[in-house]
């Protein structure tokens, strides 16, 4: 029986390419493995026939042999825009060490257990957590089974790596901006126990403090998605609404300036609104979101390279790596009247 050609349904094997080269699959074995045995001559036909019928070796099957699968996982939370761009970078990282990244995505229906529990069972060498929500003591038992990198979420966790943004000092830009605009009324729409909302919300207060307007402190129940903003500016609407607000994220900011905008209030000509994250989101025209950044390509690199350092070296000690953030000031944002 002739051996199948590229294209004919399915992919290549050794034993293929022993029929066609008209050698052992032991043999084809040798050449492919770049091992002993098999003369200069034999090699030439071995590999000018693999080349023929298009067989690729198993990489992955290889690795696995040796004990190694080169392959990262990100557990990531599907609704998270900022995560998204956290990806990006984390696959050119990957890319450029000579990794693979395996994906497993926090549902409103899949918790954040059962996506690890995907990857530990793909066999992946290390763990990138996105945010993760997981109490600290059960990200230091998984990382005494593997390094783990836990990506813009301050911990404090035993043998945890952790790559984040100064969240607090984010806020100080965004009061700042606030302030030199002629701002004194600015609330803060916090983003409950998602991670980083403490640290946001100590940010606020702290630069609310230093500018003496501690007095006009305002913090709003809010979270991390659209509809908490919505819920947020309609209990700002109620009695007297602040000239500014700072809020959590740029999702909720886009629910904050829905409710803003059907009730009537310009934004920013009654009302000044800042994000956090510079997400995609916050970059679309009709949005224009005055936010703070976060540099996601430089937290991805950096959360790789931890990664990595520990697998390279078992003893390598755990440690955080802090980015600071930056204003970006667009539309949203302007002098109260």
Same mark, same amino acid.
């Given at each position: 029986?002739?051996?199948?050609?590229?294209?004919?349904?399915?992919?290549?094997?050794?034993?293929?390419?022993?029929?066609?080269?008209?050698?052992?699959? &032991?043999?084809?074995?040798?050449?492919?493995?770049?091992?002993?045995?098999?003369?200069? &001559?034999?090699?030439?036909?071995?590999?000018?026939?693999?080349?023929?019928?298009?067989?690729?070796?198993?990489?992955?099957?290889?690795?696995?042999?040796?004990?190694?699968?080169?392959?990262? *996982?990100?557990?990531?939370?599907?609704?998270?825009?900022?995560?998204?761009?956290?990806?990006?970078?984390?696959?050119?990282?990957?890319?450029?060490?000579?990794?693979?990244?395996?994906?497993?995505?926090?549902?409103?229906?899949?918790?954040?257990?059962?996506?690890?529990?995907?990857?530990?069972?793909?066999?992946?060498?290390?763990?990138?957590?996105?945010?993760?929500?997981?109490?600290?003591?059960?990200?230091?038992?998984?990382?005494?089974?593997?390094?783990?990198?836990?990506?813009?979420?301050?911990?404090?966790?035993?043998?945890?790596?952790?790559?984040?943004?100064?969240?607090?000092? *984010?806020?100080?830009?965004?009061?700042?901006?606030?302030?030199?605009?002629?701002?004194?009324?600015?609330?803060?729409?916090?983003?409950?126990?998602?991670?980083?909302?403490?640290?946001?919300?100590?940010?606020?207060?702290?630069?609310?403090?230093?500018? *003496?307007?501690?007095?006009?402190?305002?913090?709003?129940? *809010?979270?991390?998605?659209?509809?908490?903003?919505?819920?947020?500016?309609?209990?700002?609407?109620?009695?007297?609404?602040?000239?500014?607000?700072?809020?959590?994220?740029?999702?909720?900011?886009?629910?904050?300036?829905?409710?803003?905008?059907?009730?009537?209030?310009?934004?920013?000509?009654?009302?000044?609104?800042?994000?956090?994250?510079?997400?995609?989101?916050?970059?679309?025209?009709?949005?224009?979101?005055?936010?703070?950044?976060?540099?996601?390509?430089?937290?991805?690199?950096?959360?790789?390279?931890?990664?990595?350092?520990?697998?390279?070296?078992?003893?390598?000690?755990?440690?955080?790596?802090?980015?600071?953030?930056?204003?970006?000031?667009?539309?949203?944002?302007?002098?109260?009247?």
């Amino acid at each position: 029986m002739a051996a199948p050609g590229p294209g004919e349904g399915r992919r290549p094997t050794l034993a293929d390419v022993a029929a066609r080269a008209g050698v052992s699959t &032991a043999l084809v074995s040798i050449v492919v493995r770049e091992a002993p045995g098999a003369s200069a &001559a034999t090699r030439e036909r071995v590999l000018r026939a693999a080349r023929e019928i298009g067989y690729r070796p198993d990489a992955r099957a290889r690795l696995l042999r040796a004990h190694r699968s080169r392959l990262l *996982g990100v557990v990531f939370e599907v609704q998270g825009t900022f995560h998204g761009d956290l990806l990006g970078g984390l696959y050119e990282a990957a890319e450029a060490a000579g990794y693979e990244l395996a994906l497993s995505a926090v549902t409103p229906s899949r918790d954040e257990a059962r996506a690890v529990g995907s990857l530990l069972s793909d066999r992946c060498e290390a763990l990138v957590l996105l945010g993760p929500r997981s109490p600290a003591a059960q990200l230091a038992e998984l990382a005494a089974r593997l390094p783990v990198v836990v990506v813009a979420r301050a911990v404090r966790a035993r043998g945890v790596d952790v790559v984040r943004t100064a969240d607090d000092e *984010g806020l100080h830009l965004a009061v700042d901006h606030l302030v030199g605009l002629g701002h004194r009324r600015i609330a803060h729409v916090d983003g409950g126990r998602a991670p980083g909302a403490a640290e946001r919300r100590r940010g606020y207060r702290e630069a609310m403090a230093r500018h *003496g307007l501690s007095a006009e402190v305002r913090t709003v129940a *809010g979270g991390p998605a659209e509809d908490d903003g919505a819920a947020a500016a309609r209990s700002l609407l109620e009695g007297a609404p602040p000239t500014a607000v700072t809020v959590f994220n740029d999702r909720c900011a886009t629910g904050v300036l829905d409710v803003l905008r059907r009730a009537g209030r310009s934004v920013p000509g009654d009302v000044s609104v800042t994000g956090y994250d510079d997400s995609r989101l916050a970059r679309l025209a009709h949005v224009d979101l005055t936010t703070v950044a976060q540099d996601a390509a430089r937290m991805a690199s950096l959360a790789l390279s931890r990664a990595l350092a520990r697998l390279e070296r078992a003893d390598e000690p755990a440690g955080e790596e802090v980015v600071p953030p930056r204003l970006v000031v667009r539309g949203t944002t302007a002098p109260p009247r």
